[in-house]
């Protein structure tokens, strides 16, 4: 089992930049990808980026294309999420998640972090 812990949430305004943080523990080994999702109130539960831990290999949503960029410090077992010119939009709680194999279910879910843009 993987635990996995966000950070770098707050409040910004529109145009500004965060980066948030996801530290991982535990069977971090058996991670194939970490993933960022995010829930906005009122809403599902929404992928934003994802990236593997051997080949870095990265997948966005088409809504932060070219704003937002995921990375990963192996040696740290944190993965990161830059998000710059952010929107009123991506006001939501992010979570972290791992997958334990290409093509499974995003799972081991982090506690959340609140990011909110005032416009």
């Known amino acids: 089992q993987v635990q996995l812990v966000e950070s770098g949430g707050g409040l910004v305004q529109a145009g500004d930049s965060l980066r948030l943080s996801c530290a991982a523990s535990?069977?971090?080994?058996?991670?194939?990808?970490m993933g960022w999702f995010r829930q906005a109130p009122g809403k599902e539960r929404e992928f934003v980026a994802s990236?593997?831990?051997?080949?870095?290999?990265?997948s966005y949503a088409d809504s932060v294309k070219g704003r937002f960029t995921i990375s990963r410090d192996n040696a740290k077992n944190t993965a990161y999420l830059q998000m710059n010119s952010l929107k009123a939009e991506d006001t939501a709680v992010y979570y972290c998640a791992a997958q334990p194999y290409r093509f499974g279910r995003f799972g081991s879910w982090g506690q959340g972090t609140q990011v909110t843009v005032s416009s």
């Open positions: 990236i593997t831990w051997s080949t870095a290999y990265t």
């Open positions: 535990g069977r971090t080994f058996s991670t194939y990808a």
